[in-house]
């Protein structure tokens, strides 16, 4: 979806807000979601996950509903 453009809620199509998830599990270092492709493997030498993208969240100003989208980056 561009940048700018108007996400509807599937439930009421009233208008819905970019809001930020915080998982506080990390002991309180607030970090974004991201994601990575289901076959990707970890790497040898640092134990993680190469990142395909990030995870935006998006709320309904009418029902409440929460929405998760992936963003994926644009470095290639």
């Known amino acids: ?3 700018g453009e108007e996400r509807k809620c599937p439930d009421c199509a009233a208008v819905m807000h970019r809001i930020r998830l915080i998982d506080k599990a990390h002991g309180g270092a607030h970090t974004d979601l991201e994601y990575s492709l289901p076959e990707a493997r970890r790497s040898f030498w640092s ?14 100003d009418r029902c409440a509903r929460i929405l998760l989208y992936g963003e994926p980056s ?3």
């Open 47 to 60: 134990g993680t996950y190469p990142i395909e993208g990030k995870v935006g969240a998006y709320m309904c």
């Open 74 to 76: 644009t470095s290639t």
């Open 1 to 3: 979806m561009a940048t």
